[in-house]
């Protein structure tokens, strides 16, 4: 996001004002996804997607893993975003102007069906700890396969903190400010109980639900409380640190418990949750070192924490032993941490010093090697997995993607890309035209570079011919997903977003005239199924 080409935004825009008559108002594009008449603001339940059924063990074609691993990490890709949705409820709920609302916490559900998404309808950040003067706080929970909405939540006066759904997906609690944790019954659509209320009102309060859904956890400074989800009632009060970055979690089966012990968040204790006595202490940083993220993971091995020194570094400590594994050198900055469910991974998302678009690194925790990168395109910050290891979310200020393997649709978008790419590579721009259809705006751009918009192949061989020769560069696709962020510039752009890197004659990374080295191109799919480029990479616009 960092080097979205300035000029073709403002080309863009300049359109956008051309095609709308200035004596028109403008309105909300509704993202494709959304089908639905706008929801009402009252508390509503849906039945949520239902997600595919498992291969059954009498099966005997080769089956995909759709489980994160070694082998298919760098396929993720951007499968849903929430952002316009969200706009979207905003819009119609409170008649705010687009996007000026924030999210204050965002969980995913570990059966892979829920998101939710709690915040006010305020861009300030001065005061997070409240949603009053005026602002309106929202809790939505989506459906994570669709984005449709399965239930608001009101509140009045609030600012929403924490959130965590159930391993069954039945419940989500919610931790808010003033202090106040509350269990929510998604059937039902109603509040189960109040489980927690206090008048205090200086921390961040936290909440997390056990894996085996039994216990829920609230943080709110040095306070660690643990409650019997079905009664209600107090099982026992731990004493914390006022830290909280990441923490409190379990291991994968309850087990264990991983909480913040010094208020500078220099130690971790690991509780045996049957007993509720400490098996273990971690000192996790050295002197005036800051933890970033820290995370616990789900087979109860490891602990690995994300430190900010010169450069980043992620020390892995054995959860058993108190020793310190590994210190693996994470160029990226701002560093947030998530173990793959079954353990053999550490996701690092983070900032590339560079500038360039977030990333996700991708580290193998049993030989300490970097796999390599999941290019992201909106702030990466935190990351949830569903228990599966199937998907994940990653999300900040800028955006809340769910991460998969392709379907179907966006194969066949990618597809079209690079058949398209090729072709004009090798100089069949016949070919190269039947998986062209230009978007109007595009027909625009294309004609002020003197190119007729009857004549594609014409155009394509045109394009082919500029000094430099573009298209014989070779490419590689560094990020491929759904893209709903169109609606803000007229809805210019197509249902998927594809960023490219191309190599000079030199064997370099090519970098156009503004020093930019990733470029936009966009694909629509059709009613047909087929799909067909609409805008091509911004490469072949800004030599």
Not at 287 to 292: N, R
Not at 307 to 316: A, C, K, V
């Amino acid at each position: 996001m960092k080097n979205t080409p300035f000029l073709l935004l403002v080309l863009m825009m300049l359109l956008t004002a051309c095609i709308i008559p200035s004596s028109a108002t403008p309105t909300l594009a509704v993202p494709v996804w959304n089908t639905e008449p706008a929801p009402s603001t009252a508390t509503e339940t849906l039945t949520p997607t239902d997600l595919p059924p498992s291969p059954t063990a009498t099966q005997t074609v080769a089956i995909r893993s759709l489980q994160i691993g070694p082998d298919n990490f760098s396929q993720f890709s951007t499968i849903q975003k929430f952002e316009m949705k969200i706009d979207e409820l905003l819009v119609y709920q409170f008649g705010i102007e687009s996007i000026e609302w924030r999210i204050d916490s965002w969980t995913y559900s570990p059966d892979g069906r829920y998101a939710a998404f709690g915040g006010c309808t305020t861009t300030a950040v001065g005061d997070v700890i409240s949603c009053r003067g005026g602002y309106h706080p929202f809790l939505y929970i989506l459906d994570a396969v669709t984005g449709e909405l399965i239930t608001s939540i009101e509140e009045n006066n609030v600012a929403f903190h924490g959130l965590s759904f159930s391993p069954d997906g039945k419940w989500l609690a919610y931790a808010v400010t003033p202090y106040r944790l509350v269990l929510w019954n998604i059937a039902a659509g109603q509040v189960e109980r109040t489980l927690w209320q206090d008048s205090g009102y200086g921390y961040y309060p936290r909440t997390l639900i056990s894996p085996d859904g039994q216990e829920v956890v609230l943080k709110v400074g040095q306070r660690v409380i643990i409650f019997d989800l079905a009664t209600g009632r107090t099982i026992i009060e731990l004493s914390g640190g006022k830290y909280g970055v990441s923490l409190p979690k379990y291991n994968q089966d309850g087990a264990r418990l991983a909480i913040f012990t010094k208020d500078d968040g220099s130690e971790v204790a690991i509780y045996a949750t049957d007993t509720w006595q400490i098996v273990n202490r971690l000192k996790v940083t050295n002197g005036g070192d800051v933890t970033q993220s820290i995370d616990f993971s789900g087979d109860g091995r490891w602990v690995a924490n994300a430190i900010s020194n010169e450069n980043t570094e992620i020390w892995l400590w054995d959860a058993e032993t108190g020793e310190l594994a590994a210190t693996l050198e994470e160029p990226l900055d701002w560093v947030f941490l998530q173990f793959s469910p079954d353990g053999r991974l550490l996701l690092a998302g983070g900032l590339p010093s560079d500038g360039s678009y977030d990333t996700i690194a991708v580290w193998d925790v049993n030989t300490h090697q970097r796999l390599g990168v999941i290019q992201g395109l909106s702030e990466s910050g935190r990351i949830m997995f569903a228990a599966s290891g199937e998907t994940f979310m990653s999300g900040g200020p800028l955006g809340y993607p769910r991460w998969g393997l392709p379907g179907a649709d966006l194969l066949t978008a990618r597809q079209a890309l690079t058949d398209m790419l090729d072709a004009m590579a090798a100089g069949d721009y016949e070919a190269a035209a039947r998986r062209y259809q230009p978007s109007a705006e595009n027909k625009i751009l294309l004609g002020g570079m003197g190119y007729p918009s009857n004549d594609l192949v014409g155009t394509l061989s045109g394009i082919c011919s500029q000094e430099g020769d573009p298209c014989a560069m070779e490419y590689q696709i560094l990020y491929s997903g759904l893209d709903s962020n169109g609606a803000y510039l007229g809805d210019i752009r197509g249902e998927y977003l594809f960023i490219l890197s191309f190599l000079g004659p030199d064997g370099s990374v090519y970098r156009d005239s503004y020093d930019q080295t990733e470029f936009f191109a966009y694909v629509d799919l059709e009613q047909d199924g087929s799909a067909r480029v609409v805008m091509l990479p911004t490469l072949f616009y800004i030599p």
